[in-house]
């Protein structure tokens, strides 16, 4: 017996469970149409920096080798008023920080348009679309401007719970939103795929002096709002289509999308998007068979989390591998790009001000996805909950992407027509490592190890 042999059988012997699936190339889940990112906020700081450092930011992004993201969310800002008449200087720096804090486009109703604001974000979005010309935008909305609002500030209504756009600017907030996507295209050749105008808007977080830019809608405010926006938008002359309604929970997403239905305005949506900051598996598939019915392209629009270390890092990735499989969006982003303060809910880590990054765990963790399950390809139906499978178009690369939480386990895995394999691995001591002597391939099946707190990618060739 050769000992490579020898060496994989050790590994079996010694892992304390086995998982043991097929994998069919026809039974076809999705058709992938990428991976993305919110620009908001860290674009906004990151838009500052110096050339150099933006150009090295964005390959890590956008580039093939990296993580090869395509899709990008554009925060069309509402922005507070400058006088602070309603509410705290600065307010948001008690919370998210500074940077949460969003130039809106005009001053006051019946304001001229100030295009020159948010330079930062806009200088980020520019460089993506030179960097990466196939890249899809959305843009979209967490609050109306200040002058608006019940509250007289973009955080919120006083209580969280009730709307905070009067729907006497329903109207002239519909244009703000149109003629920000119609500028884009006009001044930049940037058409918005799709125009998104509410932010979790069923939760009651957004309030006064809060955190962030953030405003309540109830179901019916976001249905009457619709039926104002819809014909201003078809009358631009863009081909930019509504999203909705990028709800927090798989549950607020599901109780938005029959609402919807039963009053007859899902016809003025173009696509569904949905956050999974909260939800079951049980809700995935439920809101997937929604969204199906509607025939609705999908997108899980955003999420993140907490945690520490690896464990959290490969907890979000489970999360991922579920919205995927049981979801079956078309895309699926992330919240943020650059963090600060944490290495969990970003894939690179620095100083906004000091205009230094690096990238950690978490980018890699996403890379083992984003860098081989490509635009294009079909996800595939899989029995295993820790493993996601993508074919290219031409059924020659079968792409399998192995979540391993916990002790060494190994996946025996049915393949028709496997020919060789490359593995690469991501793990506490290792950063999208390609390794060897970790699987084995007999009469179409392939065996492969998976050590304890990792995910791995194997590319099959077929």
């Known amino acids: 017996m050769r000992l490579r042999s020898i060496i994989i059988l050790l590994l079996v012997a010694s892992s304390s469970r086995a998982a043991d699936y097929s994998i069919d190339t026809k039974q076809v889940a999705q058709h992938w149409d990428g991976w993305?990112?919110?620009?908001c906020w860290w674009a906004g700081q990151c838009g500052k920096w110096d050339e150099k450092k933006v150009d090295e930011i964005i390959d890590w992004l956008v580039s093939p080798d990296g993580l090869n993201y395509s899709h990008f969310r554009y925060n069309i800002g509402?922005?507070?008023?400058?006088?602070?008449?309603?509410?705290?200087?600065?307010?948001?720096?008690?919370?998210?920080?500074?940077?949460?804090?969003?130039?809106?486009?005009?001053?006051?109703?019946?304001?001229?348009?100030?295009?020159?604001r948010d330079s930062a974000q806009r200088k980020i979005l520019l460089k993506i679309k030179e960097k990466r010309p196939d890249a899809v935008?959305?843009?979209?909305?967490?609050?109306?401007?200040?002058?608006?609002?019940y509250s007289g500030c973009v955080g919120g209504n006083a209580d969280g719970g009730k709307d905070n756009l009067k729907p006497e600017y329903y109207e002239e907030f519909a244009h703000y939103l149109v003629d920000v996507c119609k500028h884009y295209k006009e001044a930049y050749g940037i058409e918005f795929k799709t125009l998104e105008p509410f932010n979790e808007s069923l939760t009651s977080y957004w309030y006064r002096n809060g955190s962030q830019e953030g405003c309540h809608f109830d179901v019916q405010s976001q249905i009457a709002f619709l039926r104002v926006l819809a014909p201003i938008l078809q009358e631009?002359?863009?081909?930019?289509?509504?999203?909705?309604?990028?709800?927090?929970?798989?549950?607020?997403?599901?109780?938005?999308?029959?609402?919807?239905?039963?009053?007859?305005?899902?016809?003025?949506v173009g696509q569904w998007n949905t956050h999974t900051y909260e939800g079951t598996n049980a809700e995935r598939i439920r809101l997937a068979g929604l969204v199906k019915a509607a025939g609705k392209p999908f997108w899980m629009s955003e999420t993140g989390s907490g945690g520490k270390g690896i464990e959290g890092n490969l907890r979000l990735a489970q999360r991922l591998f579920d919205d995927i499989r049981l979801l079956e969006p078309e895309a699926w982003f992330d919240w943020q790009y650059m963090e600060e303060r944490s290495d969990q809910w970003c894939t690179i880590n620095g100083s906004f001000q000091g205009q230094v990054c690096r990238k950690v765990k978490n980018y890699y963790v996403r890379q083992q996805c984003s860098r081989f399950i490509r635009r294009g390809y079909d996800i595939l139906q899989t029995d295993c909950p820790q493993t996601l499978a993508a074919v290219s178009p031409d059924r020659r690369t079968l792409v399998l992407v192995l979540l391993n939480e916990g002790v060494q386990t190994v996946h025996d895995i049915s393949i028709p027509g496997i020919r060789k394999v490359s593995v690469w691995r991501t793990s506490a001591s290792e950063d999208m490592a390609k390794v060897k002597d970790c699987c084995s391939i007999a009469a179409d099946r392939l065996s492969i190890t998976l050590p304890e707190k990792s995910i791995t990618t194997a590319v099959v060739k077929l």
């Not at 993305?36 to 620009?39: R, Y």
């Not at 935008?137 to 609002?149: I, K, L, R």
């Not at 930019?240 to 003025?268: C, F, K, M, N």
């Open 36 to 39: 993305g990112v919110s620009l």
């Open 137 to 149: 935008f959305e843009a979209f909305s967490n609050s109306c401007p200040y002058y608006m609002t």
């Open 78 to 116: 509402g922005g507070d008023d400058p006088e602070n008449r309603h509410c705290d200087p600065h307010h948001m720096g008690k919370g998210k920080g500074l940077r949460a804090e969003m130039e809106g486009f005009k001053f006051f109703s019946g304001d001229l348009y100030h295009w020159e």
């Open 236 to 268: 631009s002359g863009l081909s930019t289509v509504i999203s909705a309604s990028d709800e927090t929970s798989l549950a607020h997403s599901i109780q938005a999308i029959e609402d919807y239905r039963e009053a007859g305005v899902l016809p003025l």
